[in-house]
């Protein structure tokens, strides 16, 4: 069984930055690809971006270049660290399995982007 916690959301400004972490229980954290999602308010939760247990990251075309997504598999935690970051990212965030799994849904965390 793994439970996922993630942090780090808040309030930013447009352009401005946040780093989410998502830290993991159980002890196959590191064969698991991860990803990140977000629900917007009235929209379908999506994927952002996605990482491997090795290899290269994939992006979502709207945050490409903006968002990076690393892990730590000796910490079983992964990041997303986001700049430029726009009103339209304003969501709630959660990290899951890639592909996702229903019962690793954890709370998410909240990114308000605005002025």
């Known amino acids: 069984q793994v439970q996922l916690v993630v942090s780090g959301g808040g309030l930013v400004q447009p352009g401005g930055s946040l780093r989410l972490s998502c830290v993991a229980s159980?002890?196959?954290?590191?064969?698991?690809?991860m990803g990140w999602y977000r629900q917007a308010p009235g929209k379908q939760r999506e994927l952002v971006a996605q990482?491997?247990?090795?290899?290269?990251?994939n992006y979502a075309d709207d945050v490409k270049g903006r968002f990076t997504i690393s892990r730590d598999n000796a910490k079983k935690t992964v990041y997303l660290q986001m700049n430029s970051l726009k009103p339209e990212d304003t969501a709630v965030y959660y990290c899951?399995?890639?592909?996702?799994?229903?019962?690793?849904w954890g709370q998410g965390t909240q990114v308000t982007v605005s002025s």
């Open positions: 159980g002890s196959i954290f590191s064969i698991y690809a």
């Open positions: 990482i491997p247990s090795s290899g290269s990251a």
């Open positions: 899951n399995t890639e592909p996702w799994r229903m019962d690793y």
